[in-house]
């Protein structure tokens, strides 16, 4: 790809990922053509659009659902299959921004994106996959003190799923001698993102929804009672839009564009590793560490291990994804250095300056989430929710998060990414020194 930069759509084909080639079958759908009048469009169908669409149509609302390439084409088709509660931000971080309240109430809802994709795979019985529990690992005992300081704080918020794990108890359930403990989350979970993402479009379809792909929007007309999106075949005419394209929405809502900023993320699959795979991860928990720049990986059904990692700021791919993992991978399993990687790909999240989610309402019938910033698995489900209950006229829940204060990065659009790269090498030296 010219200047290793991600293009948007092209053909529709998913990136050379695990997922793309151990899909389920994919369900080809039309292409927008012509004038279509529509109740509710939703645009992007990743987590944060076919939720929001599956949670209206469980409400009885008519929804057209538009992608502009195929489904899970972005982020909800590429990322690192984790069921991790909670935001990027921590609550802690929420608090002190924006008051006790407000964390309070956003603390009691932290685990119900799992709970929503939990009840999406067995209501609609999708394939992907799904385990059970998740791990937080620490490098230092600096981290450590900060699991153990969470663990107090999601207490309080009702939260009792999380077991303290010192370096003995991590070997049982990961085979590296890299971490002096960690924390067990017997609530968290994984699965096959991309499979996923197309089980609950078919739920789409079930429940009544329209589904377009092949069909990017290239403008958007708000101005008037019914908001219009244009694609170069056709347009959808509609009572409320929903706009959910995340890092890939674009330029088509200037108004959205400088919230987030694009950042990529890499992930390696290597070959299937058999009695191996059951030596290194022998209870079949992912993985994620709590540094800064940190590392995620979890066993595939076949028994690959999936190891993600990296941030590019800007969102570029890197010239060799497969060499800048390999280190991290060797240095968590050394027994894995003669392995084959079998697939290498990168994709973009889009990153919100405060790390917390963003949701609001343009005008009076154009709504939008995005923002995620990495933590987009659980985020973007809840958020579809929310969304829903808002176009259902509930506005208890969306306004809360509407009335958070979202934040632009320092220097703008254009200082921005060397801005954030900065402040990344200034942690990730904080987490080598353990300070």
């Not at 999406?120 to 900060?146: G, H, P, S």
């Not at 699959?269 to 720049?293: F, K, M, N, S």
């Amino acid at each position: 790809m010219k200047n290793n930069q991600h293009p948007y759509a092209l053909d529709g084909s998913h990136t050379t990922s695990y997922y793309a080639a151990s899909a389920n079958v994919q369900q080809l759908r039309l292409e927008l053509e012509g004038d279509i009048q529509a109740d509710i469009c939703v645009v992007g169908a990743g987590y944060s659009g076919l939720s929001t669409a599956i949670n209206l149509l469980e409400k009885g609302h008519k929804v057209t659902l538009i992608e502009g390439a195929r489904i899970g084409w972005g982020a909800s088709g590429r990322n690192g299959g984790q069921i991790v509660h909670g935001l990027n931000a921590s609550l802690e971080t929420i608090k002190r921004r924006y008051g006790l309240e407000k964390a309070s109430y956003i603390g009691k809802m932290v685990r119900e994106g799992a709970e929503i994709i939990r009840s999406f795979v067995k209501k609609y019985d999708i394939q992907c996959d799904l385990k059970e529990k998740n791990i937080f690992a620490a490098y230092t005992a600096k981290q450590m003190r900060e699991l153990e300081a969470k663990q107090v704080l999601w207490r309080r918020h009702g939260m009792d799923d999380h077991e303290m794990l010192d370096a003995n108890a991590m070997q049982t359930h990961i085979s590296s001698d890299v971490y002096c403990g960690g924390m067990l989350d017997h609530s968290g979970g994984h699965m096959h993102p991309l499979n996923l993402a197309l089980g609950e479009a078919d739920a789409v379809e079930k429940l009544g929804g329209t589904i377009y792909e092949m069909s990017p929007v290239v403008k958007i007309e708000r101005g008037g009672k019914n908001p219009k999106i244009s694609t170069a075949k056709g347009t959808i005419t509609c009572k409320t839009l929903v706009l959910c394209g995340n890092a890939y929405l674009g330029h088509i809502e200037p108004s959205l564009t400088s919230r987030v900023m694009p950042v990529s993320t890499q992930i390696v699959a290597t070959q299937p590793l058999g009695e191996l795979a059951d030596q290194i991860l022998p209870t079949d928990v992912c993985v994620e560490d709590v540094r800064y720049i940190l590392d995620y990986y979890r066993l595939s059904a076949d028994k690959r291990l999936l190891f993600g990692g990296g941030s590019v700021y800007g969102g570029t791919d890197p010239k060799n994804i497969e060499a800048k993992l390999r280190k991290e991978l060797y240095k968590v399993f050394p027994q894995l250095k003669n392995v084959k990687i079998d697939y290498a790909w990168s994709g973009n999240f889009a990153l919100s300056f405060s790390r917390v989610p963003q949701m609001g309402r343009l005008g009076e019938n154009t709504y939008f989430a995005h923002g995620y910033s990495g933590h987009g698995v659980t985020g973007s489900h809840l958020f579809g929710r929310i969304l829903a209950e808002a176009i259902d006229g509930d506005l208890s829940r969306f306004d809360v998060f509407e009335d958070l204060r979202w934040y632009p990065f320092p220097g703008g659009r254009t200082f921005r990414v060397p801005y954030s790269a900065i402040g990344s090498w200034w942690y990730a030296m904080r987490d080598k020194l353990g300070v």
